[in-house]
């Protein structure tokens, strides 16, 4: 008899708990492996659901705080998007697997994006961090496969050489609201899901002037550093 790896348990709490609905989403969870983005001395603990240390001062995020982002960000096939915090780089690897995902099935008609691969553009502050993320992502191949790629520098400013983006995703926090070049980066229709204090923003941009924003309350995320 096989047994199931015992990270699908974490998808399916997840799953069963109301934060993961979104079939693409499921699959790309149940594909990248937690265990594959923590220090080896927090393996044994990858598949609890709560944030574990990374080293220096970080955190890999709560499962149920990266499922219920994602949820509201909806990613999908072919998009372009922005990582801001990479972290362990376990987020990334996610995005990067849905969004390189080929063709929507069942619809019969590929749009644009379906067409080509999309990609994901990670952003990291601290140079060792950066370096763990990659190994970690690249476990995957989507360092190599050119599908994600992370850059070391200050988050607040996004990442303007590979802007616009579909969807921009933070995971640590800013106070007050998102900073502005998100805003500016993020294309017409697009969508930002960031912590802002100890909530979780999602922004629409309607038009080049005109966004939307709704506010979950009650989260908790280290602090984006503005440098
Ligand atoms: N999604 C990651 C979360 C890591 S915690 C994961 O699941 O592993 C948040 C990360 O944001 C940390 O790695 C921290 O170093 C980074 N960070 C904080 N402020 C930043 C900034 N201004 N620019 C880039 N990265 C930043």
């Known amino acids: 008899m096989t ?26 969870f149940e594909h990248i492996d937690r265990a594959d983005f923590v220090p080896d001395d927090q393996k044994e603990f990858a ?11 970080q955190t890999i995020s709560q499962p149920l705080s990266v499922a219920f982002m994602l949820e509201l ?14 972290g362990s780089g ?7 697997d849905v969004v390189s995902k ?13 067409l080509s691969l999309g990609s994901v553009v990670a952003v990291e502050r601290v140079p060792e961090l950066k370096a763990f993320s990659e190994v970690n992502i690249d476990k995957y191949g989507f360092i190599r496969q050119n599908i994600a790629q992370v850059v070391l520098g200050d988050g607040t400013k996004g990442y303007k050489n590979s802007a616009p983006y579909d969807k921009i995703i933070a995971s640590a926090s800013s106070e007050g609201d998102v ?21 979780i923003v999602v922004i629409d941009k309607i038009s080049k002037l005109k966004y939307t924003k709704k506010e979950y309350f009650g ?9």
């Open 3 to 28: 047994s199931e790896p015992q990270y699908y348990e974490l998808t399916d709490e997840l799953i069963q708990d109301g934060y993961l609905k979104t079939p693409e989403l499921i699959e790309s």
């Open 47 to 57: 598949h609890c659901n709560t944030p574990l240390a990374i080293g220096f001062n």
């Open 73 to 86: 960000l909806q990613p999908k096939a072919g998009e372009h998007i922005l990582d801001i915090g990479a």
């Open 90 to 96: 376990w987020q990334t690897a996610i995005l990067a």
């Open 102 to 114: 080929k063709t929507a099935e069942g619809t019969g008609v590929a749009t644009d994006s379906e």
């Open 179 to 199: 900073p502005v070049l998100w805003k500016r980066q993020l294309k017409i229709g697009g969508r930002i899901v960031a912590p802002v204090g100890s909530s």
């Open 219 to 227: 989260f908790n995320f280290t602090p984006l550093v503005v440098s």
